[in-house]
């Protein structure tokens, strides 16, 4: 069973003028990560937010399951409640609340608190010692606030993370960074819903959708799906360059020369 299944899913603007996400069927497994790829426009963030539940992305038809239940009018706080988050945006300026404070207010049993604390802080490489006291202001640098956002999502412990585009804004991050933050989220029995242009993060990815200008193309292992979104932006040599996973080439030169020969997408 799927831990989050979207069947059949519509989504238009606020307006209700036109159609962003259009007949959009996936499905998520549990513990795994599942990446969302597809150019600028495509529907991606819209699809992250009406997951979410967010009002202002409002499902006109079709049904959204989390655990076997369908939960297409459920509001953002009952969602939360059931263990979906959407992570990784600007943490709320408080003033006043330290970085402690700030992340235990999302922790439910209150036993282990600090221990929790810590322990997410190191999963996002901040050394506890340096942080705990600090306070969420504009003293913290942009990757700073990022790191601890997700470090307070771990700490609630969700049952689902979205992640919109998690490098944003971040001027250089390392990969292998990422990949050690995404595994240990993984390891606490979390899945993630993962939103990423760079195809390096993506790698880390078990499966994927390819989204395309509101159309759900192809859903399957990631490095297919990657392999199936380079052929329709025409990117072979960045393909045969880039599409590698723990060193190794995922697939050979000569498939990939194949499977762009091939007629259709
Ligand atoms: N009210 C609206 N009227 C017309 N188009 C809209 C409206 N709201 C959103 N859109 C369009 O919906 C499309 C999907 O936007 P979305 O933010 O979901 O894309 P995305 O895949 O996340 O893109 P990016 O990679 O740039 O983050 C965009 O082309 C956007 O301009
Ligand atoms: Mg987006």
Known sequence: MYLLELQ???????????????????????????????????????????????????????????????????NVTERAQLGITLAWQEPARIDGLSVEKYISLGIREKTNCEERVREALEIVSLEPEKYLSRKIDETLSGGERKRIELAATIAMRPHLIILDEPDSGLDFIIVEDFLRIFNKIKELNMTILLITHREDIGIVADYGTLLWYGDALITDEFPKVMLHYCKKAGLKEFCKRTLSKNGEKCFSDDYIEKIFSEEGD
């Not at 426009?41 to 997951?51: D, E, M, R, V």
């Open 8 to 74: 059949n899913v519509t989504i238009p603007t606020l307006d209700g003028k036109c159609v962003i996400v259009n007949d959009v069927s996936f499905g998520v497994k549990e513990g795994t990560i599942h990446a969302i790829i597809g150019p600028n426009g495509s529907g991606k963030s819209t699809l992250a937010y009406a997951i979410m539940g967010l009002d202002s992305h409002k499902i006109l038809r079709g049904k959204i399951l989390f655990n076997g239940k369908d939960i297409t009018h459920l």
